[in-house]
């Protein structure tokens, strides 16, 4: 479940015109009661019912739900979700800010667990990234611990990630990490590596997370072996995640060397909404 969506329905409602809709202020009598089914079109994970329903809720506090399938669950096609019931108003001016909610959040959610499967690895697990859309994150990051996913960092504030370009800027890794960590003793530091070299300099810097970016399958299994080597102790034991042009089918393959974790861009950025329809049923 998501907190806090108030401010989101209202931008959504207001964008779409939903309390001027005037083809059904002009066609539909205004206290007409409706009744309507929400089926699915297509298999997948159904996420966001909680948003979906408080659409309607803002428009007409006084509707009625009946939710027949809860959310985070997997759904086949034909499958009744939920039905709702109130004055015909809200359900034909709110219905497509609702499904698309509903629709972005389950296709996420779907694709997820579609890589979760994929890998059927119990030690890897599978992590999005920040790659969504602005003001949709927590939306997104739900979506993705629907589908059986973990996530990343929420922001830029609750967890150090080093990548290329701060290695760029950064003079004495190692120094820096250690100088940080006297002030921050509870924030895990990632570091972002793309060859052997970093690897290396992340294992000295002790890094509680080494992300192995845009690295061939031969290279990645060459970074792991060394970490795992190198930190075989039990005072030390970095995870270790594998990011960049990962897809369905490397995703795969790439579980195949134990990562700790293995972060997915794609899911949140290109997964395709879920097909859902809101049928009216007359009342």
Request: charged share 30%; proline share 2%; hydrophobic share 35%.
């Amino acid at each position: 479940m998501v907190n806090n969506t108030d401010s989101l329905i209202d931008l959504a409602l207001k964008e779409d015109g939903v309390f001027d809709d005037i083809t059904t202020k002009e066609f539909i009598p205004k206290n007409k009661q409706a009744k309507a089914v929400l089926i699915a079109n297509n298999p997948g994970i159904l996420c966001g019912i909680d948003i979906f329903i408080k659409v309607f809720k803002t428009i007409d506090k006084k509707c009625r739900v009946s939710l027949k399938i809860k959310d985070c669950s997997q759904i086949k096609r034909g499958d009744k979700i939920l039905e709702i019931t109130g004055h015909a108003y809200a359900i034909l001016s709110g219905e497509r800010t609702a499904l698309n909610f509903l629709q972005y959040m389950s296709g996420i959610a779907t694709l997820t667990n579609k890589f979760v499967t994929s890998i059927n690895n119990g030690r890897t697990k599978i992590y999005d990234t920040r790659k969504t859309i602005p003001g949709y994150r927590e939306l997104a990051k739900y979506a993705v611990r629907c589908g059986g996913g973990a996530n990343h960092r929420m922001g830029l504030y609750d967890m150090v990630l080093i990548k290329d370009n701060h290695l760029k800027l950064t003079k004495d890794l190692t120094a820096e990490i250690s100088e940080f960590r006297k002030k921050y003793k509870n924030i895990p530091v990632e570091v972002e590596c793309e060859n052997i070299k970093q690897v290396k300099q992340a294992l000295d810097s002790k890094a509680d997370i080494i992300m192995l970016d845009n690295t061939t399958f031969e290279n990645t299994k060459e970074m792991i072996d060394l970490i795992r080597k190198r930190s075989s102790t039990k005072e030390y034991k970095p995870e270790v995640e594998i990011s960049g042009g990962v897809n369905l089918k490397t995703a795969k393959k790439f579980a195949r060397l134990d990562a700790d974790r293995i972060s997915i861009g794609m899911i949140t950025h290109s997964s395709s909404a879920l097909d859902v329809t809101l049928e009216i049923t007359i009342k």
